[in-house]
Nanobody, 124 residues
Framework: QVQLVESGGGSVQAGGSLRLSCAAS????????MGWFRQAPGKEREFVAA????????NYADSVKGRFTISRDNAKNTVYLQMNNLKPEDTAVYYC?????????????????WGQGTQVTVSS
């Protein structure tokens, strides 16, 4: 059973930065594609970014391209989301997710395990 624990959320003003971390345990992290999703109040959970099992292949939602960067450290079983130039519309609970597949997929239902989420609040 893979367990994911997110950290690094918080409150920041517009234009600021945060780095989210997701630590994995209990599985073969280095062979899993990892992703970040977010859910704002009253909205459906949406894709943010994903990285393939070995790192070089990434995928981003259009809304975050050029501002967010996903990366992973397989030696530490951790995936990161560096978020720069944050906007109020980035406010959401951010979830880390993993899948037993090689593609950096954007589809929620192909992810097999999820973290509990971390709150990100961006004020104007």
């Amino acid at each position: 059973q893979v367990q994911l624990v997110e950290s690094g959320g918080g409150s920041v003003q517009a234009g600021g930065s945060l780095r989210l971390s997701c630590a994995a345990s209990g599985g073969s992290f280095s062979t899993n594609t990892m992703g970040w999703f977010r859910q704002a109040p009253g909205k459906e959970r949406e894709f943010v970014a994903a990285v393939s099992w070995n790192g070089p292949s990434t995928n981003y939602a259009d809304s975050v391209k050029g501002r967010f960067t996903i990366s992973r450290d397989n030696a530490k079983n951790t995936v990161y989301l560096q978020m720069n130039n944050l906007k109020p519309e980035d406010t959401a609970v951010y979830y880390c997710a993993g899948r037993w597949g090689t593609a950096a997929a954007a589809t929620i239902n192909v992810y097999n395990f999820w973290g509990q989420g971390t709150q990100v609040t961006v004020s104007s």
